[in-house]
């Protein structure tokens, strides 16, 4: 199985690769990784796909580059929508021409997060974007699928996450670390925002997912129009709660002040229910919870924070 994957220098792209290099599947030449500037999504058009399809060959598609820039998407949601929603639609089109199989990664801002009943949202949920980076990621998943159903049924998959952290860093937890380092030396609380909650997910058990699901025919099988998965780490967390696992885990010692989040000045609307409802995996098991996968985000973590 050749698989290629965009945003392949992305923080769930290098993961895809690293993971797909250990697949036994992936064969000899292993992954094949699209990164800028050959895959650019400002300038890509379906001839251009189609290029690196017929060059590399690839039976699978994974589509994971992005404008992941929330706050840069609300503030230019036209850019937005071409990087995220035209342009997957382009790839779609590429794949359905070259009969590859495609996945799309998605987001949990595809819904609006006024859920209540505390479920998280399922798959065949209801999509309702309330920011412009959730909308250009549901037209992304509406244009993918209207591509591939178009003509011939091509497998198509839509793998929803949310809250991903993991190599390179930079990541939210990261950027706690960095803060309440501040936040300590000027003597001050650290303020979190206390009522968004989600599902804090290691890029890396993503990718491992996305591998097991490959392996086992079930990520986008032949028999179906699109198979939509959510693949988060188990459990859910407050951005209060997580900052609070980040400062334990580095021993960093400053006192956490949860505000609202509609206290938070930023440009983007975050869904303040983040929260997915895993989808099974072949194994059976669950993907493992937030807090054991995060603890093998620490040691990376802790390097970043004694480099400075
Ligand atoms: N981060 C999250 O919390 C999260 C949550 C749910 C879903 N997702 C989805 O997961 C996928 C991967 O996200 P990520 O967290 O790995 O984000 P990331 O680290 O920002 O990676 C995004 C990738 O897209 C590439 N990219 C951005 N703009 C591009 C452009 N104009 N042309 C070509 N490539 C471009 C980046 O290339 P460069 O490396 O060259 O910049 C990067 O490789 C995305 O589809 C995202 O929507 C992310």
């Not at 129009?225 to 696992?245: D, F, I, K, T």
């Amino acid at each position: 199985m050749r698989v290629a994957v965009t945003g392949a220098s992305g923080r769930l792209g290098r993961a895809l690769i690293e993971a797909l290099e250990a697949a036994p599947f992936t064969g000899p030449k292993g992954p094949i990784a699209w990164s800028r500037p050959e895959f650019d999504l400002d300038t890509l058009t379906v001839e251009s796909v189609g290029a690196l399809i017929e060059r590399d060959r690839p039976e699978l598609v994974i589509h994971a580059a992005a404008w992941t820039d929330v706050d840069g998407c609300a503030k230019d949601p036209a850019l937005a929508m071409r990087r995220n929603a035209t342009a997957t639609g382009l790839v779609a089109e590429a794949c359905v021409g070259y009969h590859a199989h495609l996945a799309v990664i998605s987001t949990n801002e595809v819904f609006d997060g006024t859920r209540t009943d505390g479920q998280g949202y399922g798959p065949y949920d209801r999509r309702n974007p309330i920011n412009a980076y959730g909308a250009s990621k549901a037209e992304a998943e509406r244009l993918a699928s209207g591509a591939m159903f178009e003509d011939e049924l091509m497998p198509l998959a839509i793998v929803r996450t949310s809250w991903l952290h993991g190599p390179p860093g930079n990541d939210f937890p990261a950027k706690i670390a960095a803060a309440a380092i501040r936040a300590r030396a000027a003597g001050e609380p650290l303020r979190v925002v206390g009522d968004e909650i989600g599902s804090p997910t290691y890029a890396p058990d993503v990718a491992e997912a996305i591998v097991e699901l490959i392996g086992e025919d079930e990520l986008c099988p032949e028999s179906e129009l699109a198979r939509y998965h959510h693949l988060v780490n188990r459990g859910r967390a407050s951005r209060a709660e997580w900052a609070r696992e980040v400062l334990r885990a580095t021993a960093i010692d400053v006192q956490v002040e949860e505000v609202p989040a509609s206290t938070w000045q930023r440009a983007s609307t975050p869904p303040l229910w983040a929260v997915l409802e895993p989808t099974p995996l072949p194994s059976g098991e669950p993907m493992r919870h937030w807090r054991d996968a995060f603890a093998d985000a620490v040691p990376a973590l802790l390097r970043s924070l004694r480099q400075g």
